[in-house]
């Protein structure tokens, strides 16, 4: 109940295009959701987060969407760019304790010229 | 704004040795700090939360003995590795929170260990 589930593993979208990733989670307890990226051999750096109670959320070229009744959310990048490659990976945390984030299994996308 | 640290940025030892990761936040005061381990092309696994002044938080199969966690301020946390074997290499990550809204982490650049 504790997992992040996470799709794809890799994709490979061309310059320009719209690039999806998928997640989904069992514990609706969770009401936090952030996206983070990471480039090889570095840290995770915070992208986008959303809250469930708004459905999307829009920051530049990256949007989150977020459906509570069916536990999913997803990140859109739009315009995607050759330096949006890159390892991205949800998480989810809940209002409890330390807000411990539990993280998906890693999208690694390959943005082509 | 909200930078977070970590030296060494790689190291390697030989197996037996205990090797000392430093993660500080340069510009904020971080009441919580968490560690985590990912190995290449997985997750991150969260090992252990550490407030400042209180002993840190292991997760479920974590050895604590091994991993030693000392949140000694609000802005440094270190993690040693004792008697470091080969299956402890990996990328160390820390991530530290502000204040008393956490669920904002802020990521260190992580820290490769190799153990020969």
């Known amino acids: 109940q504790q997992q992040v589930k996470q799709s794809p593993q890799s994709l490979i979208v061309q310059k320009g295009g719209i690039s999806i990733i998928n997640c989904a989670y069992e514990?609706?307890?969770?009401?936090?959701f952030p996206w983070y990226q990471q480039f090889p051999g570095k840290g995770p750096a915070l992208l986008i987060a959303?809250?469930?109670?708004?459905s999307e959320k829009k920051e530049g070229r990256f949007t989150i969407s977020f459906n509570k009744s069916a536990k999913q959310f997803s990140l859109h990048i739009m315009d995607s760019q050759p330096g949006d490659s890159a390892t991205y990976f949800c998480?989810?945390?809940?209002?409890?304790?330390?807000?411990?984030?539990?993280f998906g299994t890693g999208t690694r996308l390959l943005v082509s010229p | 704004g909200a930078v977070v640290s970590q030296h060494p940025s790689w190291v390697i030892c030989k197996s037996g040795t205990s090797v000392k990761i430093e993660c500080r936040s340069l510009?904020?005061?971080?009441?919580?700090m968490f560690w985590y381990r990912q190995f290449p092309k997985q997750s991150l696994m969260l090992m252990a939360t550490?407030?400042?002044?209180?002993?840190?938080?292991?997760e479920q199969g974590v050895e604590k003995d091994k991993f030693l966690i000392n949140h000694a301020s609000l802005t440094l946390s270190t993690l040693t590795v004792t008697s470091a074997h080969p299956e402890d290499s990996s990328f160390y990550i820390c991530?530290?929170?502000?204040?008393?809204?956490?669920?904002?982490?802020?990521f260190g650049p992580g820290t490769r260990l190799l153990v020969l």
């Open positions: 510009d904020f005061q971080a009441t919580t």
């Open positions: 514990n609706t307890a969770f009401d936090y």
């Open positions: 550490s407030n400042e002044g209180s002993k840190a938080t292991y």
């Open positions: 991530s530290a929170a502000p204040g008393t809204v956490i669920e904002t982490q802020y």
């Open positions: 998480a989810a945390s809940m209002n409890t304790g330390f807000q411990k984030l539990v």
């Open positions: 959303i809250r469930p109670d708004v």
